[in-house]
Protein backbone atom coordinates (compact mmCIF):
# COMPACT_ATOMS: atom_id res chain seq x y z
CA UNK A 1 0.00 0.00 0.00
CA UNK A 2 1.32 3.27 -0.99
CA UNK A 3 0.89 6.42 1.10
CA UNK A 4 -1.66 7.93 -1.10
CA UNK A 5 -3.68 4.84 -0.33
CA UNK A 6 -5.92 5.00 2.32
CA UNK A 7 -6.53 2.31 5.09
CA UNK A 8 -9.14 -0.32 4.00
CA UNK A 9 -12.47 -0.28 5.82
CA UNK A 10 -12.35 -3.99 6.99
CA UNK A 11 -9.09 -4.96 8.99
CA UNK A 12 -8.08 -8.48 9.15
CA UNK A 13 -8.24 -10.48 12.42
CA UNK A 14 -6.47 -13.01 14.15
CA UNK A 15 -6.29 -16.51 12.40
CA UNK A 16 -8.99 -19.11 13.74
CA UNK A 17 -6.01 -21.51 14.62
CA UNK A 18 -5.23 -19.00 17.75
CA UNK A 19 -8.28 -19.73 19.56
CA UNK A 20 -8.13 -23.42 19.21
CA UNK A 21 -4.88 -24.93 19.11
CA UNK A 22 -3.19 -26.19 22.15
CA UNK A 23 -0.07 -25.83 21.53
CA UNK A 24 -0.42 -22.42 20.39
CA UNK A 25 -2.59 -21.50 23.78
CA UNK A 26 0.44 -23.39 25.58
CA UNK A 27 2.94 -20.96 24.01
CA UNK A 28 0.33 -17.87 24.99
CA UNK A 29 0.48 -19.39 28.53
CA UNK A 30 4.49 -18.96 28.70
CA UNK A 31 4.60 -16.07 26.91
CA UNK A 32 1.89 -13.90 28.57
CA UNK A 33 0.30 -15.23 31.26
CA UNK A 34 3.74 -16.85 32.88
CA UNK A 35 5.25 -13.58 32.52
CA UNK A 36 3.43 -10.43 32.91
CA UNK A 37 1.49 -9.45 36.22
CA UNK A 38 -1.59 -11.22 37.01
CA UNK A 39 -4.56 -10.38 38.97
CA UNK A 40 -5.07 -13.31 40.88
CA UNK A 41 -7.51 -12.81 44.49
CA UNK A 42 -9.09 -10.14 46.43
CA UNK A 43 -6.41 -9.06 49.34
CA UNK A 44 -10.08 -9.82 51.73
CA UNK A 45 -10.33 -13.31 50.14
CA UNK A 46 -7.66 -13.65 53.06
CA UNK A 47 -7.85 -11.70 55.51
CA UNK A 48 -6.48 -13.54 58.88
CA UNK A 49 -3.10 -15.48 59.53
CA UNK A 50 -2.76 -18.81 57.55
CA UNK A 51 -6.05 -17.72 55.48
CA UNK A 52 -4.81 -19.19 52.03
CA UNK A 53 -6.00 -19.55 48.10
CA UNK A 54 -4.49 -21.85 44.86
CA UNK A 55 -5.04 -20.18 41.37
CA UNK A 56 -3.63 -21.09 37.85
CA UNK A 57 -1.56 -18.75 36.42
CA UNK A 58 -0.25 -20.36 32.95
CA UNK A 59 0.66 -23.42 33.64
CA UNK A 60 1.42 -23.46 37.63
CA UNK A 61 -0.23 -23.53 40.67
CA UNK A 62 0.23 -20.70 42.67
CA UNK A 63 -0.63 -20.82 46.59
CA UNK A 64 -1.46 -17.02 47.77
CA UNK A 65 -1.18 -16.72 51.69
CA UNK A 66 -0.96 -14.38 54.87
CA UNK A 67 1.69 -14.72 57.33
CA UNK A 68 2.37 -14.27 61.09
CA UNK A 69 2.98 -10.52 60.49
CA UNK A 70 -0.29 -9.83 58.32
CA UNK A 71 1.79 -9.66 55.14
CA UNK A 72 0.97 -11.41 51.85
CA UNK A 73 3.35 -14.39 50.23
CA UNK A 74 2.99 -15.97 47.42
CA UNK A 75 4.53 -19.09 46.44
CA UNK A 76 4.62 -22.03 43.41
CA UNK A 77 2.48 -24.37 45.43
CA UNK A 78 5.02 -27.32 44.66
CA UNK A 79 6.60 -29.14 47.25
CA UNK A 80 10.53 -28.97 47.21
CA UNK A 81 10.89 -32.70 47.37
CA UNK A 82 9.22 -35.01 45.12
CA UNK A 83 6.99 -32.35 43.18
CA UNK A 84 3.56 -32.56 45.19
CA UNK A 85 0.75 -30.13 45.29
CA UNK A 86 1.03 -28.67 48.38
CA UNK A 87 -2.10 -27.47 48.80
CA UNK A 88 -4.88 -29.23 46.84
CA UNK A 89 -7.46 -27.25 48.03
CA UNK A 90 -8.76 -23.97 46.28
CA UNK A 91 -9.14 -22.04 49.46
CA UNK A 92 -8.24 -22.63 52.85
CA UNK A 93 -6.64 -21.99 56.42
CA UNK A 94 -3.73 -23.81 58.13
CA UNK A 95 -2.54 -22.96 61.96
CA UNK A 96 0.84 -22.23 61.33
CA UNK A 97 2.25 -24.05 58.24
CA UNK A 98 1.73 -25.99 54.93
CA UNK A 99 2.28 -29.80 55.42
CA UNK A 100 2.96 -31.85 51.86
CA UNK A 101 -0.01 -34.45 52.30
CA UNK A 102 2.85 -36.81 50.16
CA UNK A 103 5.48 -37.17 52.83
CA UNK A 104 5.01 -34.33 55.28
CA UNK A 105 7.79 -31.70 54.28
CA UNK A 106 6.32 -28.97 56.19
CA UNK A 107 7.13 -25.05 55.34
CA UNK A 108 6.06 -21.74 57.77
CA UNK A 109 4.01 -18.92 56.19
CA UNK A 110 7.02 -17.51 55.09
CA UNK A 111 7.77 -20.67 53.26
CA UNK A 112 10.80 -21.64 54.95
CA UNK A 113 11.32 -25.89 54.91
CA UNK A 114 10.71 -26.14 59.11
CA UNK A 115 9.62 -29.67 59.12
CA UNK A 116 10.71 -33.41 57.18
CA UNK A 117 11.30 -37.00 58.65
CA UNK A 118 14.36 -37.64 59.58
CA UNK A 119 15.56 -34.02 58.68
CA UNK A 120 17.69 -33.70 61.65
CA UNK A 121 19.44 -35.87 60.41
CA UNK A 122 20.58 -34.08 57.29
CA UNK A 123 22.31 -31.03 58.16
CA UNK A 124 23.17 -30.21 54.89
CA UNK A 125 19.58 -29.35 53.68
CA UNK A 126 19.53 -25.47 53.75
CA UNK A 127 16.17 -24.70 55.50
CA UNK A 128 15.82 -21.82 53.07
CA UNK A 129 16.88 -23.14 49.95
CA UNK A 130 15.18 -25.91 49.71
CA UNK A 131 11.79 -23.78 50.94
CA UNK A 132 8.95 -23.04 49.00
CA UNK A 133 9.73 -20.98 45.89
CA UNK A 134 8.57 -17.36 46.31
CA UNK A 135 6.49 -15.25 43.41
CA UNK A 136 6.79 -11.50 42.72
CA UNK A 137 3.28 -10.15 44.71
CA UNK A 138 1.88 -6.55 44.64
CA UNK A 139 -1.34 -5.43 46.07
CA UNK A 140 -2.93 -2.42 44.60
CA UNK A 141 -6.68 -2.02 43.85
CA UNK A 142 -7.90 -4.35 47.18
CA UNK A 143 -6.20 -6.75 44.74
CA UNK A 144 -3.32 -9.24 44.84
CA UNK A 145 -1.12 -9.47 41.89
CA UNK A 146 0.98 -11.86 41.16
CA UNK A 147 4.39 -12.36 38.21
CA UNK A 148 6.00 -15.65 38.13
CA UNK A 149 8.41 -14.47 35.64
CA UNK A 150 12.31 -14.61 37.58
CA UNK A 151 12.24 -11.14 36.01
CA UNK A 152 9.12 -9.45 36.24
CA UNK A 153 8.18 -6.60 33.85
CA UNK A 154 7.37 -2.79 35.70
CA UNK A 155 3.96 -2.77 37.58
CA UNK A 156 4.14 1.22 37.00
CA UNK A 157 4.92 0.45 33.24
CA UNK A 158 2.43 -2.35 32.44
CA UNK A 159 -0.55 -2.83 34.60
CA UNK A 160 -0.74 1.17 35.63
CA UNK A 161 0.67 1.91 32.26
CA UNK A 162 -2.79 -0.01 30.93
CA UNK A 163 -5.08 2.51 32.86
CA UNK A 164 -3.10 5.80 31.79
CA UNK A 165 -3.71 4.98 28.47
CA UNK A 166 -7.26 4.68 28.90
CA UNK A 167 -8.28 6.84 31.83
CA UNK A 168 -4.90 9.78 30.84
CA UNK A 169 -3.80 9.52 34.44
CA UNK A 170 -3.88 7.22 37.48
CA UNK A 171 -5.57 9.82 39.89
CA UNK A 172 -8.81 8.78 37.97
CA UNK A 173 -8.90 5.72 38.94
CA UNK A 174 -7.93 6.05 42.70
CA UNK A 175 -10.47 8.65 43.34
CA UNK A 176 -12.80 5.52 43.34
CA UNK A 177 -10.95 4.11 46.43
CA UNK A 178 -11.06 1.10 45.55
CA UNK A 179 -8.83 -0.68 47.73
CA UNK A 180 -11.65 -0.05 50.44
CA UNK A 181 -14.12 -0.82 49.09
CA UNK A 182 -16.10 -3.98 49.93
CA UNK A 183 -17.33 -6.91 48.01
CA UNK A 184 -20.76 -7.06 47.62
CA UNK A 185 -21.36 -9.96 45.52
CA UNK A 186 -18.91 -11.96 43.75
CA UNK A 187 -20.05 -14.46 40.33
CA UNK A 188 -17.89 -17.10 38.77
CA UNK A 189 -18.75 -17.48 35.08
CA UNK A 190 -16.99 -20.65 33.55
CA UNK A 191 -16.93 -20.18 29.89
CA UNK A 192 -16.21 -22.01 27.33
CA UNK A 193 -14.71 -20.17 25.34
CA UNK A 194 -11.10 -18.81 24.53
CA UNK A 195 -9.11 -15.86 26.50
CA UNK A 196 -9.21 -13.54 23.64
CA UNK A 197 -12.77 -13.85 22.39
CA UNK A 198 -13.60 -12.59 25.74
CA UNK A 199 -11.25 -9.66 25.76
CA UNK A 200 -12.48 -8.69 22.06
CA UNK A 201 -16.13 -8.37 23.56
CA UNK A 202 -15.41 -6.81 26.22
CA UNK A 203 -13.09 -3.81 23.76
CA UNK A 204 -16.03 -3.28 21.85
CA UNK A 205 -19.27 -1.75 22.11
CA UNK A 206 -20.35 -3.02 17.75
CA UNK A 207 -22.49 -5.58 19.35
CA UNK A 208 -23.83 -3.75 21.98
CA UNK A 209 -27.62 -2.56 20.49
CA UNK A 210 -27.81 -6.30 19.37
CA UNK A 211 -27.99 -8.18 22.19
CA UNK A 212 -27.41 -5.50 25.32
CA UNK A 213 -31.04 -3.89 25.33
CA UNK A 214 -30.69 -3.08 28.96
CA UNK A 215 -27.50 -1.63 28.95
CA UNK A 216 -27.81 0.36 25.63
CA UNK A 217 -31.14 1.99 28.07
CA UNK A 218 -28.92 2.92 30.40
CA UNK A 219 -25.49 4.13 28.23
CA UNK A 220 -27.37 5.08 25.04
CA UNK A 221 -24.76 5.95 23.35
CA UNK A 222 -23.57 2.25 23.32
CA UNK A 223 -26.44 1.98 20.53
CA UNK A 224 -24.51 3.71 17.71
CA UNK A 225 -21.55 1.21 18.58
CA UNK A 226 -18.68 3.45 19.45
CA UNK A 227 -16.24 1.46 21.59
CA UNK A 228 -16.29 2.00 25.25
CA UNK A 229 -13.04 3.01 25.22
CA UNK A 230 -13.30 5.39 22.47
CA UNK A 231 -10.64 7.97 23.12
CA UNK A 232 -8.44 8.48 26.60
CA UNK A 233 -10.95 9.48 29.18
CA UNK A 234 -13.59 8.72 27.62
CA UNK A 235 -16.74 8.01 29.79
CA UNK A 236 -20.02 6.77 28.74
CA UNK A 237 -22.74 9.13 29.68
CA UNK A 238 -26.08 7.49 31.44
CA UNK A 239 -29.21 8.72 29.72
CA UNK A 240 -31.13 11.61 30.50
CA UNK A 241 -33.76 9.66 32.28
CA UNK A 242 -31.58 7.41 34.55
CA UNK A 243 -31.04 7.87 37.72
CA UNK A 244 -28.20 4.88 38.34
CA UNK A 245 -26.81 2.06 37.23
CA UNK A 246 -29.09 -0.71 37.79
CA UNK A 247 -30.75 -3.11 35.65
CA UNK A 248 -33.87 -0.58 34.95
CA UNK A 249 -32.01 2.56 35.41
CA UNK A 250 -33.40 3.04 39.31
CA UNK A 251 -31.69 5.30 41.56
CA UNK A 252 -28.75 3.22 42.85
CA UNK A 253 -26.48 4.67 45.90
CA UNK A 254 -24.68 7.95 46.40
CA UNK A 255 -21.41 8.35 44.81
CA UNK A 256 -18.20 6.83 45.91
CA UNK A 257 -16.81 9.82 47.91
CA UNK A 258 -13.74 10.55 45.73
CA UNK A 259 -15.45 10.53 42.29
CA UNK A 260 -15.11 14.01 40.56
CA UNK A 261 -18.14 16.36 39.13
CA UNK A 262 -16.86 15.50 35.43
CA UNK A 263 -16.96 11.28 36.68
CA UNK A 264 -20.28 11.26 38.18
CA UNK A 265 -23.26 9.68 35.35
CA UNK A 266 -20.46 8.02 33.36
CA UNK A 267 -18.99 4.94 32.85
CA UNK A 268 -15.35 3.80 32.35
CA UNK A 269 -14.43 0.60 30.92
CA UNK A 270 -10.62 -0.07 31.07
CA UNK A 271 -8.74 -3.34 29.70
CA UNK A 272 -5.41 -4.14 31.95
CA UNK A 273 -3.68 -6.97 30.06
CA UNK A 274 -3.57 -9.69 29.85
CA UNK A 275 -7.17 -10.54 31.85
CA UNK A 276 -8.14 -7.77 33.85
CA UNK A 277 -11.43 -5.46 33.01
CA UNK A 278 -12.44 -2.40 35.58
CA UNK A 279 -15.65 -1.14 35.04
CA UNK A 280 -16.12 2.36 36.74
CA UNK A 281 -19.51 4.09 37.99
CA UNK A 282 -20.51 6.65 39.97
CA UNK A 283 -21.42 4.11 42.94
CA UNK A 284 -19.12 1.12 42.57
CA UNK A 285 -16.77 -0.91 40.99
CA UNK A 286 -17.15 -4.03 38.93
CA UNK A 287 -13.93 -6.11 38.38
CA UNK A 288 -13.38 -9.35 36.19
CA UNK A 289 -10.44 -11.43 36.04
CA UNK A 290 -10.40 -13.72 33.74
CA UNK A 291 -8.52 -17.03 34.48
CA UNK A 292 -7.83 -19.21 30.99
CA UNK A 293 -7.59 -22.73 32.14
CA UNK A 294 -7.37 -24.36 28.60
CA UNK A 295 -7.26 -23.58 24.82
CA UNK A 296 -11.77 -23.24 24.90
CA UNK A 297 -12.21 -22.62 28.41
CA UNK A 298 -11.90 -19.24 30.31
CA UNK A 299 -13.01 -18.81 34.34
CA UNK A 300 -14.22 -15.47 34.68
CA UNK A 301 -14.63 -14.36 38.40
CA UNK A 302 -16.61 -10.84 39.04
CA UNK A 303 -16.41 -8.36 41.33
CA UNK A 304 -19.28 -5.74 42.33
CA UNK A 305 -17.73 -3.24 45.36
CA UNK A 306 -19.63 -0.85 46.93
CA UNK A 307 -18.80 1.65 49.96
CA UNK A 308 -18.29 -0.56 53.40
CA UNK A 309 -21.36 1.12 54.82
CA UNK A 310 -23.55 -0.25 51.44
CA UNK A 311 -22.52 -3.30 51.84
CA UNK A 312 -23.23 -3.78 55.45
CA UNK A 313 -26.91 -2.31 55.57
CA UNK A 314 -29.18 -5.20 55.22
CA UNK A 315 -31.89 -2.63 53.74
CA UNK A 316 -29.72 -2.01 50.57
CA UNK A 317 -30.19 -5.36 49.78
CA UNK A 318 -32.80 -4.60 46.71
CA UNK A 319 -31.36 -2.19 45.27
CA UNK A 320 -27.42 -4.01 45.50
CA UNK A 321 -29.71 -7.01 43.57
CA UNK A 322 -31.00 -4.33 40.68
CA UNK A 323 -26.99 -2.85 40.79
CA UNK A 324 -25.28 -6.17 40.42
CA UNK A 325 -28.06 -7.82 37.87
CA UNK A 326 -27.58 -4.70 35.63
CA UNK A 327 -23.39 -6.29 34.92
CA UNK A 328 -24.52 -10.07 35.47
CA UNK A 329 -27.29 -9.54 32.25
CA UNK A 330 -24.19 -8.19 30.19
CA UNK A 331 -22.01 -10.95 31.15
CA UNK A 332 -24.25 -13.78 30.84
CA UNK A 333 -25.04 -12.25 27.42
CA UNK A 334 -21.68 -12.02 26.38
CA UNK A 335 -20.13 -14.79 27.18
CA UNK A 336 -22.92 -16.60 25.54
CA UNK A 337 -22.11 -14.78 22.69
CA UNK A 338 -18.29 -15.63 22.63
CA UNK A 339 -19.43 -19.45 23.20
CA UNK A 340 -21.56 -19.05 19.89
CA UNK A 341 -17.81 -18.02 18.23
CA UNK A 342 -15.97 -20.58 19.73
CA UNK A 343 -17.06 -23.60 17.37
CA UNK A 344 -16.84 -20.93 14.24
CA UNK A 345 -12.86 -20.78 15.35
CA UNK A 346 -12.08 -24.14 13.93
CA UNK A 347 -13.88 -23.79 10.54
CA UNK A 348 -12.36 -23.85 7.42
CA UNK A 349 -14.22 -20.47 6.68
CA UNK A 350 -12.15 -18.97 9.37
CA UNK A 351 -8.70 -20.40 9.08
CA UNK A 352 -7.32 -16.90 7.83
CA UNK A 353 -9.87 -15.09 10.60
CA UNK A 354 -12.32 -12.49 9.79
CA UNK A 355 -12.74 -8.68 9.71
CA UNK A 356 -12.72 -5.66 12.02
CA UNK A 357 -14.98 -2.87 11.05
CA UNK A 358 -13.30 0.42 12.00
CA UNK A 359 -15.36 0.82 15.47
CA UNK A 360 -13.54 -2.18 16.07
CA UNK A 361 -10.06 -0.58 16.55
CA UNK A 362 -9.22 -1.47 19.77
CA UNK A 363 -9.23 -5.42 18.92
CA UNK A 364 -6.72 -4.36 16.29
CA UNK A 365 -4.50 -3.24 18.64
CA UNK A 366 -4.49 -5.71 21.33
CA UNK A 367 -4.21 -8.27 18.19
CA UNK A 368 -1.21 -6.45 17.58
CA UNK A 369 -0.09 -6.75 21.16
CA UNK A 370 -0.87 -10.27 21.64
CA UNK A 371 0.82 -11.16 18.24
CA UNK A 372 3.46 -9.70 19.39
CA UNK A 373 4.04 -11.64 22.86
CA UNK A 374 4.29 -14.86 21.33
Not at 62 to 83: D, E, M, Q, T
Not at 153 to 166: A, I, L
Not at 195 to 219: G, R
Not at 288 to 304: G, I, K
Amino acid sequence: MTALEPEPTLLKTLGGHTYVDPAYFAVEQEKIFEEMWFCAIRSDDIPEMGNFRTVQIGRESVLISRNRKGGIRAFFNVCRHRGALVCTEASGTVKRNFQCPYHAWTYDLDGKLIAAPNLINMPDVDRTEFGLRAVHVREWLGYVWVCIADDPPSFEDSVQGDVRERLGTIGKIDSYDTGKLALGRRITYDVKANWKLIVENFMECYHCATIHPELTEVLPEFADGLAAQTYVGHGAEFGEEILGFTVDGSAGFEALGGVEEDQDRRYYAITIRPTVFVNLVPDHVIIHRMFPMAVDRTVVECDWLYAPGVVADPANAETMNRSVELFHRVNQQDFDACERCQPAMSSRMYSDGGVLVPSEHHIREFHEWAASRM
